[in-house]
């Protein structure tokens, strides 16, 4: 079992771009979670997605990021015209099940987006 | 809203001894559970602990314990026996659905 597998690891964009990062959840999981951690700070929920739906998307900021969960393929968060501020560690993590914890989240390594 | 909070931004043990990582936490749930994640320098988020809320016995990990105080909100990791393998960022995190992390505490380990 691979674990869940980010990528890029390392994204770097001029301001304006768009930023694609992919996730794929470890086998059998079924949900999804992004998390953007600034610089010297705290992991910060972002959205949290199963198979075709958005769940949860209350820590998306409102415009030019978005996030998908196709039937097939990764997990992708889109950042749109992205800013030096977007600079960021994200992490995707994925679960079996959804619930009260007792569904541990298990991480990937992250995907270090650098803006110019 | 659910809060995290750390309030040591930084501590730092010697190596063999023992250091206590505080966390206090917000809620109006009453059935939750408690997490430590240990981050190392290459960015991996791993599972240290976890504790659910409606068990009273503090849970343990090899080394690593908790004091966990539901009255209190308050949530503390116990390493004891401190390896330089141990220096790492830690961070404290509330679940319900989603995880709700803290600011961390950066943990130096000295020979």
């Known amino acids: 079992n691979a674990g869940v597998m980010q990528n890029p690891r390392h994204l770097v964009r001029r301001r304006g771009q768009e930023a694609r990062l992919r996730c794929s959840p470890m086998?059998?999981?079924?949900?999804v979670y992004w998390y953007r951690q600034l610089p010297e700070e705290g992991l910060k929920f972002m959205v949290y997605l199963q198979k075709e739906n958005i769940i949860d998307e209350s820590g998306m900021p409102k415009e030019r990021f978005s996030a998908e969960f196709p039937k097939e393929g990764p997990s992708i968060l889109r950042i749109q015209q992205v800013v030096r501020g977007d600079s960021a560690a994200y992490f995707c993590?994925?679960?079996?099940?959804?619930?009260?914890?007792?569904?541990?989240?298990?991480f990937g390594a992250g995907s270090r987006l650098t803006v110019l | 809203a659910q809060t995290v909070t750390q309030s040591q931004p930084e501590m730092s043990v010697q190596e063999a001894e023992t250091v206590t990582l505080s966390c206090t936490y917000d809620?109006?749930?009453?059935?939750?559970?408690l997490f430590w994640y240990k981050q190392p320098p290459s960015r991996q988020m791993i599972l240290v602990i976890r504790?659910?809320?409606?068990?009273?016995q503090n849970a343990t990990e090899n080394r690593f314990s908790v004091n966990f105080q539901k009255a209190a909100k308050s949530f503390s990791l116990k390493i004891s026996d401190s390896q330089l393998g141990d220096a790492a960022m830690y961070f404290c995190a509330y679940n319900t659905d989603k995880l709700i992390f803290g600011t961390g505490t950066r943990l130096q380990v000295f020979p």
């Open positions: 086998k059998g999981h079924s949900h």
């Open positions: 809620t109006s749930e009453s059935d939750y559970y």
């Open positions: 993590a994925s679960s079996p099940l959804r619930g009260k914890g007792a569904n541990v989240l298990t």
């Open positions: 504790q659910e809320a409606y068990k009273q």
